[in-house]
């Protein structure tokens, strides 16, 4: 059961959740490289209020030593 601030407001509710990821990475050298990715996600169900959908990018520098 979904409970908020203490009360019941959903008994035995159903949740879909889709993913989509991806990472690109490139190597300067052995020992050097970047990556950037993106992220989406969707989440859908019984309850509106829950539902959401989220895009998220990041990235980052790879040192190997």
Do not use: H, P
């Not at 159903?14 to 993913?19: A, D, I, L």
Request: charged share 15%.
């Amino acid at each position: 059961s979904l409970k908020q601030g203490g009360v019941i407001i959903a008994s035995g509710f159903t949740e879909q959740v889709t993913n989509l990821d991806f990472t690109l990475r490139y190597a300067f050298t052995r020992y050097l490289g970047v990556q950037v990715g993106y992220s989406y996600t969707d989440v859908w169900g019984d309850i509106g209020a829950r539902e959401y959908s989220r895009n998220r990018v990041w990235g980052g520098v790879n040192v190997t030593f």
